[in-house]
């Protein structure tokens, strides 16, 4: 779903309201962007709080959540970055964490989708991402033209990407 | 850049195996373009979950060692097998009950107390062969 065309209110009781009605959707985009959950909840504080420095700047003409969610894609990169000038730790981002709920939630959902796609796509879409084959690889071992792979790889992720309700 | 060429870019930035948030100008578009962000926020992730939930290439079941019941059934098949199989002995011919020809040879010394006798079988043991047994005798006149 699109970001709403929710405008932002100007007092700070309803700004307050506003941030919290709108903070479940931001936490979910940030969970599909960070490397771990606590990651997202420590950009998800720093969104809210700078959302809440920068009220006071905010044109209330424009879209709120859409602010918001651009807001917090940036406090993502700022973290990223900070992230990757931080020395590597023995038990960092890379340590194996237990498999949660939505770790197995994602994995159903993505092999469902895995399983509409046509059987082209979705081998070159393993080969690819999976087992590592280079696209000439894929090329000479599917007889196609390097061409066709890509467009068949690009189709598949596109695919891979939609939602549900969003048709062909 | 328009949304076609984002995706045209990002498509790009993926096949080379880079990461699209490594990428200053996709991440500039995106960020100016929040409404695209849980679009491509789910590809990015839906992409990483891919090796977890690529079907699992059928694995050969390791072998079982064999129970010992197993093992004491294929023993009593291997018997009934070499049993069957075996190459078995001519069966023995019955014992021959007749006898196939006799003769009785008499010997009657003038001088002498008793008379002998020379008795002479044959007795067929097997298939072409014969066997010849001589008895003597002797009775008193």
Known sequence: MAPGSVHLPTDETAFATFLHATQGRVLALLRRLCASEADADDVLQETLAKAWRLRAAFDARRNGEAWLLQAAFRCFCDHRERRRKQPPTIAGDDAEAPVSACALELRDEVRHRLAALAPIERDLLLGFHVHDLSLRDLAARYGLPLNTVKSHLHRARTRLQREHHERD | ?141
Request: aromatic share 4%; with cysteine; glycine share 4%.
């Open chain 2, 1 to 141: 850049m328009n949304e076609t060429e984002f995706a045209t870019a990002l498509h790009a930035c993926l096949d080379a195996r880079r990461d699209p948030l490594d990428d200053a100008a996709l991440c500039s578009w995106l960020a100016e373009h929040p409404e695209q962000l849980e679009s491509f926020a789910a590809l990015r992730q839906r992409l990483a979950a891919l090796p977890a939930a690529a079907p699992v290439a059928p694995v050969a079941r390791a072998r079982r060692r064999p129970t010992t019941l197993q093992l004491a059934g294929a023993a009593v098949l291997a018997a009934g097998v070499l049993a069957v199989a075996w190459p078995r002995p001519e069966p023995a011919l019955p014992p021959v009950r007749g006898i196939l020809a006799a003769s009785l040879e008499e010997q009657r010394p003038l001088a002498g107390a008793a008379v002998s006798f020379t008795l002479r079988q044959g007795w067929r043991i097997a298939p072409g062969a014969v066997l010849e047994t001589y008895e003597t005798r002797s009775q008193l006149r």
